[in-house]
């Protein structure tokens, strides 16, 4: 199961749609696709500890910011899910949502290991301006990972792929911001 996410997972990040016959798109296999984001967690609490030893951690202490960060995560993974539900029933493709769900969860791995390969070489002294342009590189490429999921788990055209990316950058900014208030940067 997890194998066959990651792999499926692994073929969508290179562009090819049969990543999708690998990834188990029933209810159960969308269920179980929430696996991803325990695999994805130390890459998680990676990327925030570097950020916070940039900027000096949080201001109301590490234990809270964690907690705070913590919440933030498992909201994010499962709200989005909720949230796209509606969305795939006004793009009449509710019968694919659990698909869908199942190849998001499986692509966020994938996602985090691009991250976090791309933001290390900048912890390692890679000039600023470099670092900075590997890691919008790297939203690029998240960015790009997430409309073809949308596009390609749910046969729907580039233009209402665009509004499931828009979904997940709108609750990605609303987590992040109160995540900020509850921990103090």
Not at 108 to 119: E, G, K, P, S
């Amino acid at each position: 199961m997890i194998e066959a996410g990651l792999r499926g997972a692994l073929l969508l990040a290179r562009g090819r749609l049969d990543g999708l016959l690998l990834i188990d798109g029933s209810s159960g296999g969308a269920a179980r696709s929430f696996w991803a984001a325990a695999i994805c967690l130390p890459g998680f609490l990676a990327l925030r500890f570097l950020a916070w030893s940039e900027g000096g951690g949080p201001e109301l202490g590490l234990l809270r910011g964690l907690v705070a960060e913590l919440v933030g995560y498992a909201c994010a993974w499962t709200g989005f899910a909720l949230l796209a539900l509606p969305l795939t029933e006004v793009a009449g493709r509710r019968a694919e949502w659990p698909r869908f769900v199942a190849a998001w969860n499986w692509s966020n791995v994938v996602q985090y290991l691009v991250m976090l390969a791309l933001t290390l070489p900048g912890e390692l002294g890679l000039p600023p301006l470099l670092a900075h342009g590997l890691g919008l590189a790297g939203i690029g490429y998240a960015l790009w990972l997430e409309w073809f999921v949308a596009r390609s788990a749910l046969g729907i055209v580039s233009g209402k792929a665009v509004a499931f990316v828009m979904l997940d950058l709108a609750l990605g900014l609303a987590i992040g911001g109160m995540v900020g208030r509850l921990s103090g940067g």
